[in-house]
């Protein structure tokens, strides 16, 4: 079955404690991307790659890192995780750009106390 | 840059009757345009999509949007509700120009289907 993960689907954690979250697809997709969902403001992205080993900034990358060394993964990484990255976290996958359908993983919600 | 604007951020319909989600966008060039949905405590689901081909799109679920670039908007409507069309509805704009290639999604609206 064609899909997104994410793990783990539900984290608590304290201010400054190093954290991972892991995403994976098995379509072959070139373009990945994380988004930030926060209650009156949408979706917004925080980083997107277009291959192995080329990212870049969305619109709200400060305080995440990612990286991508394999095609079918994108780690979003929270360095020093603080109380205002606390919100529901989306990976999502797409062929390309522009034209292409993103397919959604589904989501983690974290929270920083 | 490109934007989107979701008009309205609550819509309450009587199931049954016609569904109206407006959404405007600003882009420099010819835009692609998305609408999604996300169903309570779900993922996100592609409803429909605008790609420069037809402006009037069918989606799944009943769900159609037109594009109208002299009004840069990109409503989407549904001529029936129904219960399960409850969910909240993004719309989405690719950003692939000037170096960057990035999607941006509007503040959704949330839908309320009454019985």
């Known amino acids: 079955e064609a899909q997104v993960t994410q793990n783990p689907r539900y984290l608590i954690t304290v201010t400054g404690k190093k954290l991972t979250v892991t995403c994976s697809q098995n379509?072959?997709?070139?373009?990945m991307s994380w988004y930030r969902q926060d209650p009156g403001l949408g979706l917004r992205q925080i980083y997107y790659?277009?291959?192995?080993?080329?990212?870049d900034k969305g619109d709200v990358p400060e305080g995440y890192k990612v990286s991508r060394k394999e095609k079918r993964n994108f780690p979003l990484i929270l360095e020093s995780p603080s109380p205002n990255q606390t919100s529901l976290y989306f990976c999502?996958?797409?062929?390309?750009?522009?034209?292409?359908?993103?397919?959604f993983g589904p989501g983690t919600r974290l929270t920083v106390t | 840059a490109q934007s989107v604007t979701q008009l309205d951020s609550h819509v309450s319909v009587s199931e049954g009757t016609p569904v109206l989600l407006r959404c405007n966008y600003s882009?420099?060039?010819?835009?692609?345009l998305f609408w999604y949905v996300q169903h309570p405590n779900k993922g996100l689901q592609l409803l429909l999509k605008?790609?420069?081909?037809?402006?009037l799109v069918k989606g799944i679920n009943g769900f159609e949007a037109e594009f109208k670039k002299s009004e840069t908007s990109f409503h989407l409507t549904k001529p029936s509700a129904h219960m399960s069309d409850a969910a909240e509805y993004f719309c989405?704009?690719?950003?692939?120009?000037?170096?960057?290639?990035?999607?941006?999604f509007g503040t959704g609206t949330r839908l309320k289907v009454l019985a």
């Open positions: 999502a996958s797409s062929l390309w750009i522009r034209d292409y359908e993103q397919y």
């Open positions: 379509m072959n997709h070139e373009y």
């Open positions: 790659s277009m291959n192995v080993e080329v990212t």
């Open positions: 882009s420099s060039y010819s835009p692609s």
């Open positions: 605008y790609t420069s081909a037809a402006t």
């Open positions: 989405v704009v690719s950003d692939s120009g000037g170096g960057t290639y990035k999607y941006i």
